[in-house]
T-cell receptor, first 110, second 114 residues
């Protein structure tokens, strides 16, 4: 079992829909990242959080440390949101290494 | 300002040859990371440099892989005696303050070993 599990692996939505991507992890963590990988391969860091909730534009990330679970929400989805979304964690005992989930491929159709 | 740059963007090599991949981090960023993404796989940590500290090499898959960071800036990842399983996209990222900082990723080098 991977230390970081994402669901779903693939997600197709219609423009305007509310989207949720989930991330569960099995180790104690210092922080959790959400990354976005564009179809061309470029990676952008969306959020880094260790508690509570963060919001940036139409994106919201939440984390529940006790349940070892984080969610990434996209409101009013748009075709340009189509990308792979990756969850990654800093383990408490992993030094400087990030452990990555396998990613969720999101496709938003017009 | 300029982001993280990597070169070459694509590299095709023959099995057994050595390759060097270069990363230019954002100026002033003290932390630099190398990652690998194999086809259809997730990202995999390789190595981490922080300032003048000894690098964390715990993610390097074999002794054929090595990396240097000269003058706290440019980094080179070297793969000796390349194997077909080394084919992947190699990504570099930098951050201002190490673990606590947002990582900024380069565009990657796509390596194909024939």
């Amino acid at each position: 079992k991977n230390e970081v599990e994402q669901s779903p692996q693939n997600l197709t939505a219609q423009e305007g829909e509310f989207i949720t991507i989930n991330c569960s992890y099995s180790v104690g963590i210092s922080a959790l990242h959400w990354l976005q990988q564009h179809p061309g391969g470029g990676i952008v860091s969306l959020f880094m959080l260790s508690s509570g909730k963060k919001k940036h534009g139409r994106l919201i990330a939440t984390i529940n440390i006790q349940e070892k679970h984080s969610s990434l929400h996209i409101t009013a989805s748009h075709p340009r949101d189509s990308a792979v979304y990756i969850c990654a964690v800093w383990g408490e005992t992993s030094g400087s290494r990030l452990t990555f989930g396998e990613g969720t491929q999101l496709t938003v159709n017009p | 300002g300029a982001g993280v740059s990597q070169s070459p963007s694509n590299k095709v090599t023959e099995k057994g040859k050595d390759v060097e991949l270069r990363c230019d981090p954002i100026s002033g960023h003290t932390a630099l990371y190398w990652y690998r993404q194999s086809l259809g796989q997730g990202l995999e940590f390789l190595i981490y440099f922080q300032g003048n500290s000894a690098p964390d090499k715990s993610g390097l898959p074999s002794d054929r892989f090595s990396a240097e960071r000269t003058g706290g800036s440019v980094s080179t990842l070297t793969i000796q005696r390349t194997q077909q399983e080394d084919s992947a996209v190699y990504l570099c990222a930098s951050s201002l303050v190490g673990r606590a900082g947002t990582q900024y990723f380069g565009p990657g080098t796509r390596l194909l070993v024939l």
